[in-house]
């Protein structure tokens, strides 16, 4: 199993372009989440989706975008990139049957320079 | 607002010994506690969960536990290995139908052979 796949792993972008994040698990988890992981500021929650077509807001939302159009994918759109938002983005997966077994399933990451 | 403290960074231990990392908590009622295990690069990998009626938990090497009077998570590496060296984070969640999570910053073990 792939479990929690990320693309790409590694991307600079320049300031005020966009771009999006990819995520995809093959586990036919329910939920899924994104996190940006900064130094001195552990996992901080972004976006996050109960189910395909759900998605709700989390703890630092502003200046990204989701959406979730199927189960196996939950892509994350920087719309503007702005050097603030440079930081170590995790996706990971979830689900309800299982979750105190195995709890969250994380991807690699993408690790985002914005300059 | 709510608060979770991992008691320090990093911390070093020779090998052999139990490394006790420590989990604290305020302005939160968890329902559970999960631990996690990071590698340099690598996302979070899932360890143990431990649930508010649940005093102690282990699996192999590795032992939890929960005071919720304290609220304060103790997880115990016993005979610990260089191999164990990573980051390792705890994380509450409030149960009552919502699976998130909110995550500590981690402390980072290195185990000295």
């Known amino acids: 199993n792939a479990g929690v796949t990320q693309t790409p792993k590694f991307q600079v972008l320049k300031t005020g372009q966009s771009m999006t994040l990819q995520c995809a698990q093959d586990m036919n988890h329910e939920y899924m989440s994104w996190y940006r992981q900064d130094p001195g500021m552990g996992l901080r929650l972004i976006h996050y989706s109960v189910g395909a077509g759900i998605t709700d807001q989390g703890e630092v939302p502003n200046g990204y975008n989701v959406s979730r159009s199927t189960t196996e994918d939950f892509p994350l759109r920087l719309l503007s990139a702005a050097p603030s938002q440079t930081s170590v983005y995790f996706c990971?997966?979830?689900?309800?049957?299982?979750?105190?077994?195995?709890?969250?399933?994380f991807g690699s990451g993408t690790r985002l320079t914005v300059v | 607002s709510q608060k979770i403290e991992q008691n320090s960074e990093a911390l070093n231990i020779q090998e052999g010994k139990t490394a006790t990392l420590t989990c604290n908590y305020t302005?939160?009622?968890?329902?559970?506690l999960q631990w996690y295990r990071q590698d340099p690069g690598r996302g979070p990998v899932f360890l143990l969960l431990?649930?508010?009626?649940?005093k102690e938990k282990r699996k192999e090497r590795l032992k939890v536990t929960f005071d919720t009077t304290l609220k304060q998570s103790l997880f115990h590496i016993t005979a610990s290995q260089p191999a164990d060296s990573a980051t390792y984070l705890c994380?509450?969640?409030?149960?009552?139908?919502?699976?998130?999570?909110?995550f500590g910053k981690g402390t980072k073990l290195s185990v000295i052979p």
């Open positions: 431990i649930r508010e009626n649940e």
């Open positions: 994380a509450l969640g409030s149960g009552a139908g919502s699976y998130q999570l909110t």
């Open positions: 302005n939160y009622s968890p329902a559970y």
């Open positions: 990971a997966s979830y689900g309800v049957e299982g979750f105190l077994d195995y709890g969250y399933t």
